[in-house]
């Protein structure tokens, strides 16, 4: 259980770094996109897909971060007047009927396209683009199975946290 | 009615999911998925149907319009940590003079431009709680007042432009729109731009700060000054440059989209440039907190920590930024590199050495903040909002997806060509059903769930960017009526506990009032809204 809580907050440094990462990459992409473009009439594709690709990498990868920073969107009207138990075990129960099953299904489900474009290694659908779109469409996968990791901590976490409030 | 037993199920789970506290990504995509597993074992669902889910998340994900999201996110962080708007906030009260309505105002101008730059409600609503609060209660205006103020005005983030929420209604009512006029028959349609419903929603918005300035003036015009205003001379140099440099970044991010020179996304990563420039030019005072505990309003202005020469090459560098936009538009300093007769004119040189000077300022600008942790603080607090956003269009396409497997758009088709009258009603309905859903969920939902379903059918016979700043503008309405406006949640959360809810439910009321007849004007009058795009854009 240790080694689970351990692994998963290594994990999630890792992956927020990848983000904020990405984010710079976005902005300083963009930026010297709109730089090309405007002043020198230059069009970059190549730049603008490294931009669409970390951005689509972005979107996936930041789930896992918003979800051990508890950041996603609650609706706390009864919330609010539940005790830390009750709190904690509809995070379980969140996690157990809801988390585990989307994800894992969206895995099943993904497999063969992500698989059909490793095989052919799919590259971006713009002439000169770049190729490796199959690196990217596998960050879907990749980033449920995080979030699958992140579920299974913040479960361990949120029945400590029931526990401790007995 | 039987027939469409699972969806009336799938729609009351649904909200016994969303009240019972668990993530609404969460139950967003949890719930349909269970439903639909529960269906098919009686044979109500065929499951081959969710198989499709992952071409939905792809197409988010490589969805070019959203990239402009993330980089809004982070310029709205950039801001709010730099704390450009409570050092404007107070410079502009300063010179308005101390009297409760002079503050009030003041507090309104502040949020109309944050509004602009940021629009995430949730933050801009505790910010100003927690900075103008205070103040607006030391000088005597009502608590009543004040918070129906910072509450609406938290909001207008919504409905002015550049808002986020302009550009997801943007990217999802054309969609909606070229399917509308494909099903009418029209196969060429003009497309709906995020430009576009930005031009639309600008007047609009206007008129409420306008309405809600009136409401505010008329409020206050009689009430005495509880302390004695502050007479400490104020240089207009002082305010002009706590004020100037958000204004011209408003102006440049939201006039290179309005004049129709950049996309979105283009104009987002300018509005970051800028703001790492203005915060640069504040950055020690950003990066300590103790200067600053929550719920203070510093009297005197802080005194300035960044050295000299860093606001001077920072300010320096937005006039290089603004010099090789105006080379641009007199047409002289195009570098050509592409042509075959490239030149070495006087305006190519000139603008070569102001792009050079910009990336230094820039560079410059960045190592600044990063060293002072700023800037990584902000990349990390821009990932969470976005990928709480990105979560909640993610969940949104795994319910449309099981609320089409269940033949939830044919029902919805039914119900709207079902409705007595002409099209007007379709929309009021519609409205309605939005204004209801925003009591339980938040607008990135309601827009992707809402949009995709009626969209298509609307907008064969109604303006798209009537329709779409319709929706803002009752998004925005849903959000501030009591009982379950999300901004009343925000702002409770801000508030001090003396401030009772019922207070607070009171005070929002003719500010609802306000938005309702906005509304009205809006419905009744379309040109309000589609004058300006049709003037900028043809």
Request: proline content about 7%; charged content about 10%.
């Given at each position: 259980m240790n080694l689970l809580i351990k692994t998963a907050s290594h994990v999630h440094s890792g992956t927020r770094r990848a983000c904020q990462l990405l984010l710079g990459m976005i902005f300083i992409g963009q930026l010297t996109v709109v730089i090309l473009r405007y002043v020198f009439g230059i069009g970059f594709i190549e730049l603008q897909d490294a931009v669409a690709y970390s951005f689509a990498t972005l979107v996936v990868l930041g789930l896992p971060v918003a979800q051990v920073r508890d950041v996603h969107v609650r609706v706390d009207v009864f919330r609010a007047h539940q005790g830390i138990r009750k709190q904690a075990r509809f995070d379980q129960l969140g996690i157990f009927a809801f988390l585990i099953p989307v994800f894992g299904l969206t895995i099943y489900w993904v497999w063969p396209d992500v698989a059909y474009s490793w095989s052919i290694r799919e590259a971006s659908v713009e002439t000169g683009g770049l190729p490796g779109l199959y690196l990217v469409k596998s960050m879907l996968p990749l980033a449920c199975a995080l979030m699958i990791l992140q579920g299974l901590a913040s479960f361990v976490i949120a029945g400590e946290r029931a526990k401790n409030d007995d | 009615m039987i027939e469409h037993g699972w969806l009336i199920f799938l729609g009351l789970s649904l909200l016994a999911g969303i009240l019972s506290g668990i993530p609404v990504m969460l139950i967003l995509s949890g719930v349909p998925v269970a439903v639909a597993f529960f269906a098919s074992l009686f044979g109500g669902f065929d499951l081959s149907f969710l198989q499709a889910y992952p071409q939905r998340a792809y197409g988010v994900m490589q969805n070019s319009l959203l990239i402009a999201v993330p980089l809004f996110v982070l310029m709205g962080v950039l801001l709010e940590r730099s704390r450009v708007a409570e050092r404007t906030l107070m410079q502009v009260s300063r010179l308005l003079g101390g009297s409760p309505m002079a503050l009030a105002l003041s507090v309104l101008l502040i949020s109309t431009l944050i509004a602009a730059s940021t629009g995430i409600i949730g933050a801009t609503i505790v910010m100003l709680g927690m900075i103008s609060l205070p103040a607006m209660r030391r000088v005597g205006v009502p608590d009543s007042t004040a918070s129906g103020l910072i509450c609406a005005s938290g909001t207008l983030g919504q409905i002015i432009p550049p808002s986020i929420v302009l550009i997801l209604l943007g990217d999802q009512v054309s969609n909606a729109y070229l399917d509308a006029q494909q099903r009418a028959g029209n196969f060429a349609p003009d497309a709906v731009t995020v430009g576009d419903l930005f031009a639309g929603a600008l007047l609009p918005g206007l008129v409420l700060v306008a309405l809600y300035g009136v409401f505010v003036t008329l409020r206050l015009a009689r009430t005495p000054a509880k302390i004695q205003p502050d007479t400490t001379p104020i240089s207009s140099w002082d305010v002009f440059r706590e004020v100037v440099p958000p204004i011209m970044l408003i102006l440049a991010v939201l006039g290179s989209i309005l004049v129709g020179v950049a996309t979105p996304t283009e104009a987002a990563a300018i509005g970051v440039a800028g703001t790492l420039l203005i915060t640069a030019a504040r950055v020690t005072s950003a990066s300590d907190e103790h200067s600053h505990p929550a719920g203070s309003?510093?009297?005197?202005?802080?005194?300035?920590?960044?050295?000299?020469?860093?606001?001077?090459?920072?300010?320096?560098?937005?006039?290089?930024?603004?010099?090789?936009?105006?080379?641009?538009?007199?047409?002289?300093?195009?570098?050509?590199?592409?042509?075959?007769?490239?030149?070495?004119?006087?305006?190519?040189?000139?603008?070569?050495?102001?792009?050079?000077l910009l990336l230094a300022g820039l560079v410059l600008a960045v190592v600044v903040l990063t060293r002072s942790g700023v800037f990584g603080a902000a990349l990390s607090q821009a990932v969470q909002v976005s990928g709480m956003i990105f979560g909640i269009i993610l969940a949104a396409s795994m319910l449309s997806l099981v609320f089409r497997g269940f033949g939830g758009d044919d029902w919805v088709h039914e119900l709207l060509t079902g409705l007595p009258g002409d099209e007007r009603t379709?929309?009021?309905?519609?409205?309605?059903?939005?204004?209801?859903?925003?009591?339980?969920?938040?607008?990135?939902?309601?827009?992707?769930?809402?949009?995709?379903?009626?969209?298509?059918?609307?907008?064969?016979?109604?303006?798209?960017?009537?329709?779409?700043?319709?929706?803002?503008?009752?998004?925005?309405?849903?959000?501030?009526?009591?009982?379950?406006?999300?901004?009343?949640?925000?702002?409770?959360?801000?508030?001090?506990?003396?401030?009772?809810?019922?207070?607070?439910?009171?005070?929002?009321?003719?500010?609802?009032?306000?938005?309702?007849?906005?509304?009205?004007?809006?419905?009744?009058?379309?040109p309000l809204a589609t004058w300006l795009p049709n003037l900028l854009f043809g």
């Open positions: - | 309003f510093p009297h005197q202005p802080e005194e300035r920590r960044s050295p000299a020469w860093l606001r001077h090459s920072m300010t320096g560098t937005a006039l290089v930024g603004f010099a090789l936009v105006s080379l641009r538009i007199s047409g002289t300093g195009r570098i050509n590199l592409n042509s075959a007769e490239f030149s070495f004119g006087g305006g190519s040189l000139l603008a070569l050495a102001l792009t050079v379709m929309l009021l309905f519609t409205l309605l059903v939005i204004f209801l859903m925003g009591f339980v969920l938040e607008f990135v939902e309601i827009v992707f769930i809402v949009i995709p379903l009626v969209g298509p059918i609307l907008l064969q016979h109604i303006d798209p960017v009537w329709f779409a700043v319709l929706v803002a503008l009752n998004l925005q309405t849903s959000f501030l009526t009591p009982p379950f406006g999300f901004a009343l949640f925000y702002y409770r959360s801000a508030a001090p506990a003396e401030i009772s809810t019922g207070t607070i439910y009171r005070a929002i009321i003719p500010f609802v009032l306000i938005q309702v007849v906005t509304l009205g004007v809006v419905f009744a009058w379309p």
